[in-house]
């Protein structure tokens, strides 16, 4: 049976609610696909027509927040205030996070989130007046990933002590110097 596509969205979308109001409450682990769809007050079949299980589920909520704060903005925001965007979507849904954090034997947030934070910084190494060679491109890419990621896990589980824009800042000054050290060495190497 195939649905209209905006039906589809919109059920997705109210079944990824359901599932992110019950991990404000508990671990992901004690969560079942009866649960969710007993919160979103759906059938338990109409979860199998969108998702294989809770896990596709889980990526399926990482692959479109981080589409909305990142991927739908980089043609037209600076890096530094998707990077503010981020932080403080993740703020707002800080608990959410932090329990899926804890998931780590398949769909790892960690590393989804350093996907798309390597996407994001290849595309601001590569927007600098004198990028790097390719391969120079992707390990500065993977290294800003890693930290951003290491830094923003370590945030989440302290319980975000310091504001959205205190990290923003923090982490934009960090990067915004390296990325002018390593623009000037690739100058001087050309």
């Known amino acids: 049976r195939v649905m209209p596509m905006t039906t589809s969205i919109i059920t997705q979308k109210m079944i990824a609610q359901a599932l992110k109001e019950l991990m404000n409450q508990k671990t992901f682990q004690k969560i079942s696909v009866s649960d969710i769809m007993k919160q979103c007050d759906m059938r338990r079949q109409t979860f199998y027509y969108h998702f294989q299980d809770k896990y596709e589920l889980l990526a399926w909520i990482y692959q479109s927040d981080t589409k909305e704060q990142i991927a739908d903005f980089l043609d037209y925001e600076r890096w530094d205030t998707i990077l503010y965007q981020l932080f403080h979507y993740f703020y707002h849904h800080q608990i959410f996070y932090k329990n899926a954090l804890s998931v780590t034997e398949q769909n790892d947030f960690g590393d989804y989130l ?77």
Not at 118 to 129: A, Q, R
Request: aromatic content about 12%; glycine content about 6%.
């Open 114 to 190: 350093f996907h798309e934070l390597h996407g994001l910084f290849i595309y601001v190494i590569k927007d600098l007046s004198h990028p790097p060679t390719s391969d120079q491109l992707d390990y500065q890419a993977t290294f800003f990933a890693h930290g951003f990621v290491g830094m923003t896990k370590d945030w989440l589980l302290k319980g975000c002590p310091t504001s959205p824009e205190v990290m923003r800042d923090v982490v934009y000054g960090l990067l915004d110097e390296q990325l002018k050290i390593s623009s000037h060495e690739s100058e001087e190497q050309q």
